[in-house]
Nanobody, 120 residues
Framework: QVQLVESGGGLVQAGGSLRLSCAAS????????MGWYRQAPGKQRELVAT???????NYLDSVKGRFTISRDNAKNTVYLQMNSLKPEDTAVYYC??????????????WGQGTLVTVSS
């Protein structure tokens, strides 16, 4: 079984910062791409940022220059540093990881979500 556990969400004023963390645990041989998605009330889930095992990154246009994704492969953990937060960043943020299990192969794993609320 593979678990992704997120932390770091909360309430922050516009212009503030938050850092999200997501740690993967369980039985697997490696993790390929990791990423963060978000879903605001009444909207579809959208990709925020991804990072490959080699460190290549990709960002949603609206967060470029404000958010930074990083990972610690030794700790199987991905981070999202969010600066200059805006009310429109308010959403539930979900961690995602492409995990390769020893026995059952590839798995698209998701965390439970962490709420980020940005007040104006």
């Amino acid at each position: 079984q593979v678990q992704l556990v997120e932390s770091g969400g909360g309430l922050v004023q516009a212009g503030g910062s938050l850092r999200l963390s997501c740690a993967a645990s369980g039985s697997f041989s490696r993790i390929n791409t990791m990423g963060w998605y978000r879903q605001a009330p009444g909207k579809q889930r959208e990709l925020v940022a991804t990072i490959t095992s080699g460190g290549s990154t990709n960002y949603l246009d609206s967060v470029k220059g404000r958010f930074t994704i990083s990972r610690d492969n030794a700790k199987n953990t991905v981070y999202l540093q969010m600066n200059s937060l805006k009310p429109e960043d308010t959403a539930v943020y979900y961690c995602n990881a492409g995990v390769v299990r020893f026995v059952y192969g590839a798995l698209d794993a998701w965390g439970q979500g962490t709420l980020v609320t940005v007040s104006s």
